[in-house]
């Protein structure tokens, strides 16, 4: 009967463990698709040099308070 109870403490801890993984990696593709869109918008914002100085005062602020998030998450 403990063998029993030791083995089914075994399989739960497993499954745990996996649980736990298949977590971390659906939060780190997450956070890797917002980085993709923060690049795109950066690569955008260099991209634009004909547009005001303001506005591009903004988005990089934009930017900027978005990898603030992103790295605050880790």
Same mark, same amino acid.
């Given at each position: 009967?403990?063998? @029993?109870?030791?083995?089914?403490?075994?399989? =739960?801890? /497993?499954?745990?463990?996996? #649980?736990?993984? *298949?977590?971390?990696?659906?939060?780190?593709?997450?956070?890797?698709?917002? @980085?993709?869109?923060?690049?795109?918008?950066? =690569?955008? /914002?260099?991209?634009?040099? #004909?547009?005001? *100085?303001?506005?591009?005062?903004?988005?990089?602020?934009?930017?900027?308070?978005?990898?603030?998030?992103?790295?605050?998450?880790?």
């Amino acid at each position: 009967m403990a063998q @029993l109870v030791v083995m089914v403490i075994g399989v =739960a801890s /497993v499954f745990l463990t996996i #649980g736990r993984k *298949d977590q971390a990696i659906e939060q780190s593709q997450t956070q890797i698709s917002e @980085l993709r869109q923060i690049c795109s918008d950066l =690569a955008r /914002v260099v991209g634009s040099l #004909g547009i005001s *100085d303001a506005s591009q005062t903004a988005q990089l602020q934009s930017i900027d308070k978005r990898l603030d998030r992103l790295e605050t998450l880790r």
